[in-house]
Nanobody
């Protein structure tokens, strides 16, 4: 059974940093694209960042560009999200997502393009 398990997260004051990790288990193959989504209070789920696992090309939402960094440990089938200069509007539930069959470009930000999801982890940024 495929599982994506997020870790990290928590609470931090504005301007601080947090790091998330997503470990894939129960797989005997490599996902082509892995990403992070978030859903704030009263908001729709939105794509935050994604990475092509084959070549490590990274994609970011404009709202997090230059503050967040997505990376991977290819051997461990794990992706990370380092979040710096956090703002209260970054608050929300963060979800790891993964897909097979095609890489990230063009659709990385669409939740419907991913077939595997983690359970989510809370990130709270206070002002």
């Amino acid at each position: 059974q495929v599982q994506l398990v997020e870790s990290g997260g928590g609470s931090v004051q504005a301007g601080g940093s947090l790091s998330l990790a997503c470990a894939a288990s129960g797989v005997t193959y490599r996902f082509n694209c892995m990403g992070w989504f978030r859903q704030g209070p009263g908001k729709e789920r939105e794509g935050v960042a994604a990475i092509d696992t084959g070549g490590s090309a990274a994609y970011y939402a404009d709202s997090v560009k230059d503050r967040f960094t997505i990376s991977q440990d290819y051997a461990k089938n794990t992706v990370f999200l380092l979040m710096n200069s956090l703002k209260p509007e970054d608050t929300g539930m963060y979800y790891c997502a993964a897909r097979l069959g095609y890489s990230c470009p063009g659709t990385w930000y669409l939740s419907s393009a991913y077939g595997f999801w983690g359970q989510g982890i809370q990130v709270t940024v206070s002002s």
